[in-house]
């Protein structure tokens, strides 16, 4: 499958490694992660003692195995059921079919000016970039991604996109961009970019949002959100396109009740979302507001190639970024050293499983972790990511993996041999009597250099106290 | 009672104390002990780096060398996850599923063990510990409590819980020279949070996280000493 796009960003150039390196020196990044950290933090402990979350994690588990287990089916119900509401539904195989689609429609309805509300699969087919190249302007009107549209950035995290900027450099973001003197305080911030989206809401031809999920029983695109803008995208202009990963569906409104409600608990410690879009059609006849219009674009991307493999739960997620507040890498780093739109442990698993295993710079996310396993523990859903890490990183195909699993094989080779083990047990004894100095070497050659990099190696144990 | 003793191939290179002190403990508590001479290693780091075939062929001698009935015990969290959480899917439809099955069964890690047989170790200690909580001990085995069971059972020792104890140390094996500043950094903050107790020393069933830790500690001049649990509880 090497035709297709890449889910990484086209600036991702830089090792992987390279990159952590870089968002590690940044004091500020460092700081803002670990505000955004442990606010999550405080508010997901207090939300999950208040509500019996083991039992709600279990029932949403059980809810996302049994859709998936059903997509087939219940793709063609949502594609019925929108379409008798007076949608057009459209399945794209993959990220320039979506991506063609949208912009013939834009072309033959004469657009000009495109609001969009925020969507992870739009940032996975990089549909801005699609639009601008057709002539058209495309705006961001959720604040995060609005900021990072003007920084020329890439968001951070999924539901939060600009965690990763405090107020100041916000401010600084839209001082450059209005050219006015803007205070520093949040609600004038705000404001200011209020005012500025008013504008784009008002003369947009076009909105494209997102879909948190498709109801199948009744065809409505739920499209949950905190700001509001996401509401204006969907009802003011005349066409709205709504983009959906061909997983995001679900049965029907018992299940929908219960991942609205985990949904925020899971993404925000809070238990309800600030508001929540319920879209069954356009405007029917009759009906005062709504567009005339309603496109539901489906995106498949690589994902019915999961269906049925023992990969096939990375389809379960639903998107709430609560594993990249869990991991302590994406806290470390955070989410724009990883390159793609999905970040943190979902998307070290979604990233190369999207995008194919022979992508260079996807194929690295996967190693990007420790395997502690936190991010299993905080996902809504029950997704074990540790394992789905393993699994994907076994499935890569680059030079650098082939690489190491010849380096592997040798390994096996000696240590599938008790005699062998023992010797070479012996040696490592030896050259670890050699290294040191004091119960300690500070720096190794070969294999370990990259140990003492970082660290000092206690070359006998219980290692000696330092001074 | 009688117990196979699992090494660990970190042991055997760096710490060979540690499973020599979890047999004194084991011998002490009553158990018969025995060290199966052909055991190698786990085959975690062929796992978990993405090369199963690999790692099942390692993974084979643990099954061989730990054949039979008895339970298998283990000083670390992480050896122990491999083996019970690991091996059924490593070796999921292959000829020795069954054995691999029935060893993850009777696998435990070292101070589980010691809960679940209500073993008494005996031991005195003095000045206080702090307890770092390995992740696949944590979260793979879901276990919270028989490491500071153990070291609360130790007279004369005052156990001081850290700041951010279910946080990882970053060590996560290749990940720690493939990713060496991001682990780097985890692990001087899990120092720093270990020092700030004040205790004597940072304890953990998982030597891994401990050399580690220690090693970063010591790199960026935090004070601390660190000691495997079996050490501690050897006196």
Redo the contacts between chains.
Sequence with gaps: MSGRRPVVYSDTTAPLRERTREALADDALAANLRAAGASWGAARTRISAENPFAEMRARAREIRRGDIGDLPELLARLEERVTAAGGVVTRAADADAACRYITDLAAARGATLVAKSKSMATEEIKLNEAIEESGLRVVETDLGEWILQLAGQHPSHIVAPAVHLNKEQVRQVLMAESGWELPTDREALVAHARTRLREVFASADIGISGVNFGVAETGTICVVENEGNARLVTALPRIHVAVMGMERVVRDWDEAAHILQILPMAAIGDDAAGYVNLITGPRAPGEADGPEELHLVILDGGRSALLGTDLEEALDCIRCGACLYSCPMWRSVGGQAYGSPYSGPIGSVLTPLLEGMEGERSSELPFMSSLCGSCHDACPVGIPLHDLLVRVRARVTTTAHRRDRARFRLWSRAWSNPAAYRLSVAMARIGLRLAGRRGWARRLPGPGAEWTSQRDLPTRWPPTPPR | MRAMLMRT?LS???????WRATRTVLERAGVEVSVP?????CGQ???????????R??A??ALA?FAGDDPVVVPSGSCAAMVRHGYP?LFAGQPEEEAALAMAGRTREFTQFLAEHGLDTGARGSGSATYHDS??M???LGERESGRAALRAVEGVELREMEAT???C??????????????????EEKARHAAATGADELIACD?SCL??I??????T????????IA?VLAG
């Design positions: 191939c055997d290179v760096m710490a060979p104390s540690v001479r052909r055991q190698t290693c780091p062929g796992w978990s780096s993405g090369h199963p075939d690999q790692a062929r390692v084979r001698t060398a899917e992740c696949h944590l979260r793979l279910d946080v990882c970053g060590f996560g094996g290749t990940f720690s020279v493939n990713f060496p500043e991001v682990s780097g950094r985890l692990g030597l050399m580690h220690a090693g970063r500690a010591r790199r001049g935090v004070p601390l000493r660190v000691r495997h050490e």
